[in-house]
């Protein structure tokens, strides 16, 4: 009871420590983010949320200072993400495990850059038509899903020519050994492909970020199949070059941990 009366006390000194201390030049930019990303707070928590968002806006102002001097070759901008904390956002965004050992071996094939001279220093398969638009995990910790669903709607758009958006909610609810909003990694993601035949699309199979439910797995509206994957050998830049270019986009895993990454805007 003690322990308990001691960490309201501290929220509550820190509230009042945080209240004192935010900037009133910024309170119609606050009241015009929290309506345009639909926010709404607890009156105790608001100072909280309140200086966080400071905090984040400082230092993407402070960023953006030094870019515009040459210092850095890329700009932040505020975003949906302000009010939280660093610990809250990787708790949120650090979602991609590493059980590559449940994978079944015999599935996973190494593929392994070559000497071709003719692969192309870039290429870009969204001018192409063959990457979906972004789609927003929420606060689940799908990313793998997000990830694997990339891939294969970019092979199938290159043998068909048909761009459809897949159901990551499929791989959350039916991909048993990964973790669902805990975390997972994409070679689970395709194994459940290939296991069940297929995977349906987005708009039969529409993403609600929870999971827990059981798989509804439609197989006579499965829209593309997946016989295996490959993996890039670790640190091999040229090999991921040459995948991209020759089999199409491929899925990996990012590490967005740091607070920039958070807010990148161009």
């Known amino acids: 009871m003690l ?3 001691v960490a309201a006390l501290i929220w509550l000194v820190s509230l009042r420590t945080l209240s004192t201390a935010l900037d009133p030049t910024v309170e119609g930019t606050w009241r015009d983010w929290k309506a345009t990303h639909g926010k709404e707070y607890a009156q105790e928590e608001e100072s909280f949320r309140r ?3 400071e905090k984040n806006l400082q ?5 953006n200072k030094q870019a515009d001097l040459g210092k850095y070759t890329y700009w932040l901008g505020m975003n949906h993400f302000g009010d939280l904390t660093n610990e809250e956002l990787d708790k949120r965004l650090h979602c991609l495990l590493s059980d590559v050992d449940k994978v079944t071996k015999g599935n996973r094939i190494t593929f ?6 003719d692969i192309p220093d870039q290429i870009d398969w969204r001018t192409k038509g063959g990457v979906t638009e972004v789609k927003d995990q929420g606060s689940c910790g799908s990313c793998w899903s997000f990830s694997a669903t990339g891939a294969l709607e970019g092979m199938h758009f290159k043998k068909t020519g048909k761009l459809v ?7 959350l609810d039916c991909s048993k050994e990964n973790y669902g909003c805990d975390g997972g990694i994409m070679e689970l993601a395709f194994e459940t492909v290939r ?3 297929g995977i349906n699309s987005e708009k039969s199979y529409p993403y609600d970020g929870t999971d827990g439910e ?4 439609e197989p006579e509206e499965s829209i593309t199949r997946c016989n295996s994957f490959g993996q890039i050998m670790e640190n091999d830049e040229k090999g991921l070059q040459e995948a991209v270019a020759k089999i ?5 895993g990012v590490d967005a941990r740091s607070s920039k990454f958070h807010f990148y805007k161009s």
């Open 59 to 63: 230092m993407i102002q402070d960023h």
């Open 214 to 217: 059981s798989c509804r797995y």
């Open 248 to 252: 199409g986009p491929v899925s990996v």
């Open 112 to 117: 392994k850059s070559s000497d071709d001279p």
């Open 51 to 53: 200086a966080m968002w």
């Open 165 to 171: 958006s897949l159901s990551e909610q499929n791989l």
């Open 3 to 5: 322990s308990i009366s």
């Open 195 to 197: 296991k069940q035949g």
